[in-house]
């Protein structure tokens, strides 16, 4: 017995996924690879972690008044945004570009701003994983947090947004070893001086003035001014935290290079 079929019963359309189910497929396996990366668990959970443990536990760097999980805590919060946003994936995205990962996705339908966009997705499901860590062992410390949470979230959206910005800035326009170097010296010079740990009090005065417009003294002291003074609205240093954003993610889509 013979088959028949008619014809143009099939009627195949070649092309592109549409751009939003392009953008959601390389976010999860963005995220999916970032889980899986033992070096970028080290820098992103472990250290931040480690820190927010010892200087609440051993008095080392004088906060000022009162508990010094109260200071600490959202400090270590701002660096957990930078070490996801900007060194790990600094440093992931120059070694796919190294080994031609990103060579092979340009030649795909994905845009350069739609892979950008993946990556920062992916960014914000590690944050959240390590906020809620970061939190529930801040509260086991004694942590106090109170505030206006929808000025949290946004401080943290906008962190997010400015330090994926700078780290896919760095790395499409440097090598990755130089990506890896620098990327590393940058976390370390920002963990020291941008608030995280020391005040910027202890610095001198006109080091305050310029310590204090970088993204990570904004994110950090922002945190610290609603969940520990209680602040409504931290104006200031949102804005400094949406100059940085537009500046970073405006020249990370115009020099970015795939290979």
Do not use: C
């Not at 109260?70 to 996801?84: C, E, I, Q, W």
């Not at 340009?106 to 920062?120: H, I, N």
């Not at 200031?236 to 405006?250: E, K, M, N, R, T």
């Amino acid at each position: 017995m013979t088959a028949t079929t008619g014809t143009g019963r099939y009627a195949p359309k070649p092309g592109a996924a549409p751009l939003t189910r392009m953008i959601a497929a390389q976010a999860v396996l963005e995220t999916k690879m970032l889980l899986r990366n033992g070096e970028q668990l080290l820098l992103t959970v472990v250290i931040p972690t480690l820190l927010l443990v010892l200087f609440s536990s051993v008095d080392i760097v004088d906060t000022g008044a009162g508990e010094a999980v109260d200071f600490l805590a959202p400090g270590v919060l701002a660096l957990a945004v930078m070490s996801t946003a900007f060194t790990g994936q600094a440093i992931a995205t120059g070694f796919e570009r190294r080994y031609g990962v990103l060579k092979r996705l340009a030649s795909s339908p994905l845009p350069r701003w739609g892979l950008m966009t993946a990556k920062t997705l992916s960014v914000l499901v590690t944050e959240v994983l390590q906020v809620v860590l970061l939190t529930v062992i801040a509260l086991a410390l004694g942590w106090s947090p109170h505030g206006n949470p929808f000025a949290v979230l946004l401080l943290l959206l906008l962190g997010t947004a400015a330090f994926s910005g700078l780290g896919l800035l760095m790395v499409g326009t440097l090598k990755a070893e130089a990506t890896l170097a620098a990327a590393n010296l940058v976390f370390l010079l920002l963990l020291v001086g941008g608030g995280v740990i020391v005040p910027l009090e202890k610095f001198p005065a006109a080091a305050q003035d310029v310590l204090g417009l970088l993204p990570i003294s904004a994110l950090s002291d922002g945190l610290r001014d609603v969940l520990r003074h209680g602040a409504a609205m931290p104006w200031g240093d949102l804005g400094i935290l949406a100059v940085w954003a537009a500046v970073a993610l405006a020249a990370a889509g115009r020099f970015f290079r795939w290979e």
